[in-house]
């Protein structure tokens, strides 16, 4: 089972409490742990945040760099339960353009946690899912291959060897992909919440797995 989340709503669920917008985040955060430890007990193998997007460059850059040392503090203060809790860290996105220290923690991480296999912890993290297929066919042309098909494609994604996601959540009431996975969900299940992702409880994600289970996948067939 992967479930894909796309974390919404920190912005707005700071303003409606009259907190700025870097309070949403750091409660988001905060969620990021509670969330994957209600994966891990209900079985799920795979969960992939979206953290930070190709297009969240463009916000204030107060606000972006809060996010990259968001990213920094919340590695630097959970990788040692994480790895003692059997959670693999994995992060998919551009490396360049981020700042040096947060490439640092990005590789300190995934190699910290590297033989764990409870559950994989995906960070979507300067993620687009253009910029993914992209970066994919790049790769195919610099090793000078003729002629590209579906599993070749597939092969040259970051994360080649994650199923694509069961499940895709998100939050906030929008209800669009945002350049999340464009690859990954051609036949996902989706989700919409009407929570911000501070308020984000197990209960909703319960509910999901059962609405999940209820659901006929047909993969194009009868
Ligand atoms: C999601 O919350 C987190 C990131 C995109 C980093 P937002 O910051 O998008 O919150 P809203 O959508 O403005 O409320
Ligand atoms: C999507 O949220 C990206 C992340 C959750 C990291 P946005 O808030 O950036 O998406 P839009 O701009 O509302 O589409
Ligand atoms: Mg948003």
Excluded at 1 to 18: F, S, T
Excluded at 29 to 57: C, I, P, Q
Excluded at 100 to 106: G, L, R, S, T
Aim: proline share 3%.
């Amino acid at each position: 089972m992967h479930i894909a989340i796309i974390m919404d709503g920190n912005g707005r669920w700071a303003k409606e409490k009259g907190l700025p917008r870097v309070e949403g985040h750091r409660r988001g955060a905060l969620k990021v742990e509670d969330v994957t430890e209600w994966s891990a007990d209900l079985g799920v193998r795979y969960l992939t945040l979206y953290a930070f997007s190709t297009e969240n460059w463009r916000r204030p850059w107060e606000e972006v760099s809060f996010l990259f040392n968001l990213f920094v503090e919340f590695m630097k203060m959970k990788i040692r339960k994480m790895k003692r809790e059997g959670v693999r860290v994995r992060i998919i996105g551009r490396k360049e353009k981020l700042p040096k220290e947060v490439v640092e923690v990005w590789d300190w991480a995934e190699n910290e946690t590297k033989s764990n296999n409870k559950i994989d912890l995906i960070i979507a993290l300067n993620y687009g899912g253009r910029s993914e297929i992209i970066d994919a066919v790049n790769r195919i042309i610099s090793e000078n291959i003729e002629k590209a098909d579906e599993d070749i494609l597939r092969s040259h994604l970051y994360a080649p060897d994650v199923p694509d996601p069961d499940i895709v959540v998100r939050t906030s009431g929008e209800m669009r992909i945002s350049n999340f996975l464009l690859w990954q969900i051609a036949y996902s299940e989706l989700f919409f919440v009407d929570k911000y992702w501070p308020d984000f409880e197990k209960e909703d994600l319960e509910r999901i797995l059962e609405e999940f289970r209820g659901r006929h996948r047909r993969f194009g067939g009868l």
